[in-house]
């Protein structure tokens, strides 16, 4: 069983920046491919940026540009450098793994395991 945990939310004004972290607990962590997803109240969740297991990674238009994934296999983790932060950038963040190492979409339904989430406020 893969356990994540989201940390670096928080509060910043329009044009800052922050750094999320995603740490996997469990086997096999390195064969997985790894998401970020987003949802703000009373929208559906938005994959937004993806990375396989051999570091290809794909961006959602809305955050091309502005946020990087990335990923250090001997810590378990993942990262997310969200920079030029915007007030529709607010939500709830949140970290997935798949097994499938081979495709990073940004779908929700690839993946199979999920962290709690961290929030993300941006104030104009």
């Known amino acids: 069983q893969v356990q994540l945990v989201e940390s670096g939310g928080g509060s910043v004004q329009a044009g800052g920046s922050l750094r999320l972290s995603c740490t996997a607990s469990?086997?096999?962590?390195?064969?997985?491919?790894m998401g970020w997803f987003r949802q703000a109240p009373g929208k559906d969740r938005e994959g937004f940026a993806a990375i396989d297991s051999d570091g290809t990674v794909s961006y959602a238009d809305s955050v091309k540009g502005r946020f990087t994934i990335s990923r250090d296999n001997v810590k378990k983790t993942i990262y997310l450098q969200m920079n030029s932060l915007q007030p529709e950038d607010t939500a709830s963040y949140y970290c997935?793994?798949?097994?499938?190492?081979?495709?990073?979409?940004?779908?929700?339904?690839?993946?199979?395991?999920w962290g709690q989430g961290t929030q993300v406020t941006v104030s104009s």
């Open positions: 469990g086997p096999m962590y390195s064969t997985y491919s």
């Open positions: 997935a793994a798949s097994r499938n190492p081979y495709c990073a979409p940004l779908t929700a339904s690839h993946y199979n395991y």
